[in-house]
């Protein structure tokens, strides 16, 4: 039989349908790939194999009387974010050590509720606070992808980079992931994978570890636009439980592709054209264009004037929100507990042993610009910024826009290591956090290669909840491109 990893999750999905093998066979398969690859890949933090099997086992006698659901018998792997009921839930911190939630996140309850099946919890960068993967306490994961004729190992990207890992290397169908200011789409674009960051209030952020609950938003990664676009439907929901949900009817996202994008008005922003931006970055973003034109997609120069303020603003309210959140962590209510004194040098012993630095650093930042005499020069200002971003955007589509093009990231994948000034690691979501600040949609689609063969992507933004037009011009690109798959060294 052909290697059923190696098929796409809509492949698996008409697959059991057709009854050419069942969940188990594939589930089975996903297993053995994963118990092989994982110590060189790194991207599972916990492997759920009993309940895996379990969950195959019904979903096949569900497929067995001709019932299921929409993701029914279809493996997937679930962000080390997502609380998952009695199963490792640790945002890849030491501070959660052996913490197992009560409880299910709305979003993986959707997938389950679908017969989809867990496959483990993946790696990422603690809290989500990264773009390397590098600030895991269960160390890096390494991407699939290396340079042609190197065998030096490259980061993922981050903070979803065991997700976008474990799809790039075949370990699962598809991933949940989060993106705060890029999570998802960098290391999508980073492993030649697809990945898309939903509106804001398009999923429920219910039972998803809190970073900066303003901008945090759940979302797929998988391997082209037609899985995201089904794992999408699934994932989404109004929910009571998250007062931030939007209550608007999911569309069928699958319905949208193959329609012609002829007559669609395409923004390219001047702002993304940023100081040092390397030429095969340029040459890529020319390439989209061009793509879309081909398709019959009108081309716009547009301008987003307060762009270059995004970044910094960023961060400011991502740290700003995360030292409020992450505040729970004391030593008395989850995980680690570091014994002190008096209760005062138990919080501080267990907080300095159980978060990471770049932890400790947003968290400080966050203090600072929040306390008395700062919050106005740096959190309200931010927050001021944060409305003349959103704007920039609404006047766009108010001008006809349909959907925005840009790089997703500044450059392809680089050597653990290599970066390390945080404020040179936070340029790597130059071009993504504009997306969260406005609260947007922003899908990455891989486009081509680096001169050294590694992948790139390019960004689609979209109006408030419409996902689809980002599925609809996506597929155009993908097909124009290929696909693009890491030869295999695991
Ligand atoms: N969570 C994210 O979206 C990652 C972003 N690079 C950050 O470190 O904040």
């Known amino acids: 039989m052909t290697d059923l990893t190696n098929l796409t999750l809509a492949e698996a999905r008409d697959g059991l349908k057709a009854k050419s093998f069942s969940s188990t066979e594939l589930t089975e398969a996903f297993l053995g790939a994963i118990e092989a690859a994982n110590p060189k890949i790194n ?6 194999g009993d309940q895996a099997r379990d969950m195959a086992k019904a979903s096949d006698a569900r497929l067995a009387r001709g019932e299921g659901g929409a993701l029914e018998g279809l493996p997937l792997g679930i962000k080390d974010l997502f609380a998952t009921k009695g199963v490792h839930t ?21 997938l389950w509720a679908d017969g989809a099946v867990m496959l483990g919890k993946l790696n990422m960068d603690e809290f989500a606070m990264g773009s390397s993967n590098e600030t895991s306490y269960y160390g890096n994961v390494v991407n699939p992808w290396r340079k042609a004729g190197s065998d030096q190992a490259l980061v993922p990207g981050g903070s979803s980079g065991g997700s976008a890992a474990a799809v790039a290397a075949s370990l699962c169908l598809g991933a949940t992931a989060t993106d705060t200011g890029g999570s998802i789409r960098q290391p999508a674009a980073l492993t030649g994978t697809v990945g898309i960051k939903p509106t804001y209030g398009r999923c429920s952020r219910w039972g998803v570890v809190a970073f900066a609950s303003s901008l945090d938003q759940a979302g ?22 998250d007062t931030t949900s939007v209550d608007l009817p999911v569309p069928d996202y699958e319905a949208a592709l193959g329609k012609s994008v002829k007559g669609l008005r395409i923004g390219i922003p001047a702002e993304y054209r940023v100081e040092g931006m390397p030429a095969e970055i340029e040459a890529l973003w020319q390439q989209g264009i061009a793509w879309l034109k081909d398709a019959g997609a009108e081309i716009v120069n547009i301008s987003l004037p307060h762009t270059k303020y995004a970044l910094p603003a960023y961060y400011i309210v991502a740290p700003a929100e995360a030292s409020s959140n ?10 680690l507990r570091v014994p002190g004194n008096d209760i005062i040098d138990m919080y501080e012993n267990t907080r300095a042993a159980g978060f990471g630095a770049e932890v400790q650093r947003r968290i400080l930042i966050g203090t600072y610009v929040l306390s008395a005499g700062y919050y106005d020069a740096y959190y309200l200002k931010a927050q001021k910024v944060r409305t003349l971003i959103k704007r920039d955007f ?9 959907a925005i093009l840009t790089p997703a990231t500044p450059d392809a994948a680089f050597a653990p290591g290599e970066i ?34 590694l992948p790139l992507g390019l960004q689609l ?18 097909k124009a491109a290929g696909r693009f798959t890491a030869s295999r060294w695991w």
């Open 43 to 48: 991207a599972y933090v916990a492997v759920t």
């Open 90 to 110: 640790q945002a890849c911190s030491h501070i959660l050590d052996g913490f197992k939630p009560e409880y299910e996140s709305t979003v993986t309850a959707n």
């Open 220 to 241: 797929p990664i998988a391997k082209t636009v037609r899985d995201c676009a089904i794992l999408l439907k699934s994932m989404a929901s109004v929910d009571p439980k």
């Open 326 to 335: 992450l505040a729970r962590y004391d030593g008395v209510r989850y995980g």
């Open 394 to 402: 609404d006047l766009a589509f108010e001008a006809g826009v349909d």
């Open 420 to 453: 390390t000034d945080p404020v040179a690691m936070y340029l790597n979501d130059i071009f993504t956090v504009t997306v969260n600040m406005a609260g947007l949609p922003g899908l990455s689609v891989p486009a081509g290669l680096s001169a050294s063969g």
């Open 461 to 478: 933004i979209g109006r408030p909840f419409d996902e689809e037009t980002l599925f609809q011009v996506a597929e155009v690109i993908e």
